[in-house]
Every structure is written in C-alpha cells, then in structure tokens.
C-alpha cells in the first residue's frame, strides 16, 4: 500500500472517530455535562463576561480538541453566534472534525492580511463558524504573538458572542501560554488514567504566569460507573 494510500486511510479513520456527541445526541448525559460546563464558565466571571477562551491541554491526547468543538456547538444551540478558531498550527484537526478543507484559514490571515470573512468557513451547524488553521507556517509562536493576531481578535469580538482558540498541548509548545495572555480565559483539559499529575501541575503552573485567567480543568473519561464520562472543576 503506498504511503498516500495509508496517510488517506488514518485521516479517515480521524473523521470517523470524531463524533460530536451534542450535535448528535444533545439529550445525552455527556451533552448535558458540555452545557453545565458552558453555564460553569458564564459564572466563573459575572463582573467581567468572558468572551474569548484558549482550550489547551498539557500533552497530547487529553481530548482538547473535541471539547472545543462540543462545547462550541452547545454555546451555538443556546443561541450566540461563535467561532470555533483552530490555533493549532502545528497538528490541526478542527478541519477533519467539521468536514472542511485546510486551504485557507488561521495562517492565511496572519500571513497574508486575509480578511475574517475570506477565513471562516460554515460549520453546518447554526451560528456556529469555523476558522480552520489554514496551511502549517514555519512560525506558529511568533503568528500566534503578532500584533495582527491581536488585531483579528478584537475585530473578531464585533461579530461573534463567543470565540473558542483549539490551540497546542501548553508542556510541549508555548503556544498556548503566547495566547492565554491575549483573551479573557483558559480551560485545562486532562485525561483520567492517562495524565500525569505532575504534567497537570506543570501545565496549571505555565498557564497561571500568563495574564490570562484560568477558568478550570475538564478531565475526561472519568470511571463510567461514577461520572458521564467528563467532569468539570474549577481553578483554585
């Protein structure tokens, strides 16, 4: 089998794993735990309203991506207009998730001065839009650091209620601490069973040296017979 073959195949079988629990079953416990989250992060912060939030995690695997695009979707079915921004330049998935191309996105508009408009794409969901990251640059870091980021954030604020950045695992790349120092919030995600609870603390540490406030920590796969498979807590 040659290479392009097999390379096709795994990202099929990406596809195919991706099930976005509150699109497709949003009467479920997990899609009830997705909007309990949401509803904890309204009233994490009633003096300031938290209106853009980095999702990381502190290696990979932990779910990250997936808790951003669930919870992406139950912040749409209550009515807000959000964007989902892939800021993961270095191994994006959102594309895969929602059925999208990569050609154009993130990158686009911080290399190249591309509008929002040009750089979004529908999700098929209502009010739910995506950014995509668009094609990988040599310099994720020093994009997610630019002034333009800066810039397409606060134009991104006029015409979204909700922005959520899918950005890197924080232990392995500075990515997403570059972007916790740029929007109102952070959100942990961990993997019970599999997260190491100095690479929790490692993570918690880095994030809490940003400007940013960290909101809380999802784990997921918590023990079925005792949770829905997720759970949400706050910083302390």
């Known amino acids: 089998m040659s290479r392009r073959k097999s390379n096709r195949k795994k990202q099929n079988r990406q596809v195919q794993g991706r099930h976005l629990i509150t699109q497709l079953n949003p009467r479920s416990p ?5 909007r309990t989250l949401r509803t904890n992060i309204e009233f994490s912060s009633i003096d300031e309203p938290i209106q853009t939030i980095v999702i990381t995690s502190s290696i990979p695997g932990e779910g990250k991506s997936l808790t951003s695009a669930n919870l992406a979707i139950v912040y749409a079915q209550q009515g807000k207009k959000v964007l989902l921004v892939d ?14 191309n990569n050609l154009q996105g993130l990158s686009n508009l911080l ?5 929002i408009e040009a750089s ?12 995509s990251s ?7 870091s020093e994009l997610l650091g630019s002034q333009r980021m800066k810039v397409f954030i606060e134009e991104a604020k006029k015409n979204y209620d909700i922005i959520l950045f899918d950005t890197p695992p924080v232990n392995v790349v500075p990515d997403a601490q570059i972007l ?18 100095d690479e929790a603390k490692r993570a918690k540490e880095t994030l809490e040296t940003a400007s940013s406030k960290l909101l809380g920590a999802v784990i997921n796969d918590l023990d079925k017979k005792t949770s829905h498979g997720y759970h949400y807590y706050y910083a302390t």
């Open 87 to 100: 800021a993961d330049m270095r191994k994006p998935t959102v594309h895969y998730t929602f059925r999208l």
């Open 111 to 115: 290399i190249q001065d591309d509008t």
């Open 30 to 34: 997990i899609s009830e735990q997705y």
């Open 180 to 197: 916790a120092n740029i929007v109102d919030g952070t959100i942990l995600v961990v993997r019970s069973g599999q997260t190491e609870i």
């Open 134 to 140: 668009g094609p990988i640059p040599p310099n994720p």
């Open 120 to 131: 979004v794409s529908m999700s098929g969901i209502e009010h739910l839009d995506i950014m």
